[in-house]
């Protein structure tokens, strides 16, 4: 654990994008002066999510309606009584994020679609950045953790400095520096307020300001950039019309109770290996092995995949065609190239299916050719095929 007390901002631009560089897994804890506390989660450098501030369920919900729901949440209680899954799913299991937890239950019971959930966790991600900027004093706290699982998505920490910096550099422009987002504007004098403005405009402002709803909510309600939404409350509130009012946040979901899971046995059976850089698929092919009684290994670091093959040696394994900076081709050339690989079966997932990518695949020594999105009928096949020529030839 590692401690840097009165960090500013330029610091801690400058510490997520150390993190970036050394590629680090864990969380980045945050504290403001104002005692505001929030959760960054990282993966290999990369963001996979972030939490906390002032409204993190109402952030939640809202941005679950608004990616998710196309603006309209369903009742939240149903919403988690029909999440099978979440019965098993604790706030302990994964860093205290159980909102992430309940959003990939949904994402599995097909609730919900895999690019809804990606914009969700990308907005809330510069959400939550956006809110530690404003800060002024922040104080932090790294923690070497194992990551989020499953990672739904791994955003580039500058690209999300970038957005986050970017909302701010206008929210200073406007001149608003000072109001918080999370902040809910309340009319405190209707009758000169009537005075003022159009009956129209009053009916409209009177629905909207009635101290229950936050600028963020009120964004987006009426479909407008949020700094436009408060720069046109500016004169209201400078005039002693519109106050801006400090809100509770919503109140925690009710869930139903935690059932004990007995433990399961830990499976004996031979070891297979998936490098693939989407989380997804390894979550799939762990899901399709382990249920056959299989170890599963998962490597979604390409630039590591040797290495890490190496130390654990499984008995096969998929490959995928298509990763960053390397390709499927390239590193099963170089597994063959190992004595300890020289006779491991090697699959190659990919989702183009072509001959020349099956002639290629066969050149580099790759034992079969697997088309994508993968069937678990047709990967246990193929797995118990070639473990079984294994042992025939032992």
Same mark, same amino acid.
């Given at each position: 654990m590692m401690t840097a007390p $009165?960090? $500013?901002?330029? !610091? /801690?631009?400058? @510490? +997520?994008?150390?993190? @970036?560089?050394?590629? /680090?897994?864990?969380?980045?804890?945050? @504290?403001?002066? +104002?005692?505001?506390?929030w959760t960054v989660y990282l993966c290999l450098g990369r963001i996979l999510y972030a939490n906390g501030g002032i409204h993190p369920i109402r952030r939640w919900q809202r941005n679950l309606a608004v990616y998710c729901f196309n603006g309209k949440l369903p009742p939240m209680d149903n919403l988690v009584k029909s999440l099978n899954d979440f019965s098993r799913l604790s706030a302990e299991e994964n860093g205290g994020c159980w909102e992430y937890q309940l959003v990939w239950a949904a994402l599995q019971q097909q609730m919900i679609g895999r690019e809804q959930v990606v914009k969700m966790i990308q907005a809330t991600i510069v959400e939550v950045l956006f809110d530690i900027v404003q800060a002024i004093q922040i104080t932090g706290e790294i923690q070497p953790d194992v990551a989020l699982s499953p990672q739904l998505v791994l955003v580039d920490v500058e690209q999300a400095l !970038?957005? !986050?910096? @970017?909302? *701010?550099?206008? *929210? &200073?422009?406007?001149?608003?520096? #000072?109001?918080?987002? #999370? &902040?809910?504007p309340v009319i405190q004098n209707h009758y000169q307020l009537q005075q003022k403005v159009s009956p129209t405009t009053y009916k409209s402002l009177s629905a909207l300001l009635n101290g229950q709803r936050t600028l963020r909510d009120i964004a987006v309600q009426t479909r407008r950039n949020i700094t436009d939404v408060t720069r046109s409350l500016v004169p209201y509130i400078e005039g002693g019309l519109v106050d801006l009012a400090n809100i509770p946040d919503l109140p925690p979901l009710s869930v139903p109770p935690t059932r004990t899971i007995p433990p399961q046995p830990v499976s004996a059976g031979p070891l297979i290996a998936c490098v693939d850089d989407s989380p997804l698929v390894c979550q799939t092919m762990e899901k399709i092995l382990t249920s056959a009684g299989y170890q599963f290994l998962a490597v979604q670091d390409s630039m590591r995949a040797i290495a890490t093959l190496l130390s654990r040696k499984p008995e096969l394994i998929f490959l995928d065609l298509v990763m960053p900076n390397t390709n499927g081709y390239e590193i099963c050339s170089q597994l063959r190239k190992v004595s300890a690989f020289r006779d491991t079966p090697i699959v190659i997932l990919t989702g183009n299916d072509g001959i020349i990518d099956r002639v290629r695949a066969k050149v580099v020594g790759a034992s079969d050719f697997l088309s994508k999105p993968v069937d678990a009928a047709t990967v246990l096949e193929v797995t118990n095929r070639y473990l079984q020529q294994a042992q025939a030839a032992e």
């Open positions: $009165n960090v $500013n901002i330029n !610091a /801690f631009t400058k @510490k +997520l994008m150390e993190l @970036k560089q050394v590629r /680090f897994s864990g969380r980045l804890l945050l @504290k403001s002066s +104002l005692g505001q506390e !970038a957005e !986050a910096q @970017k909302l *701010w550099q206008a *929210w &200073q422009a406007a001149q608003i520096a #000072d109001i918080l987002p #999370d &902040q809910a």
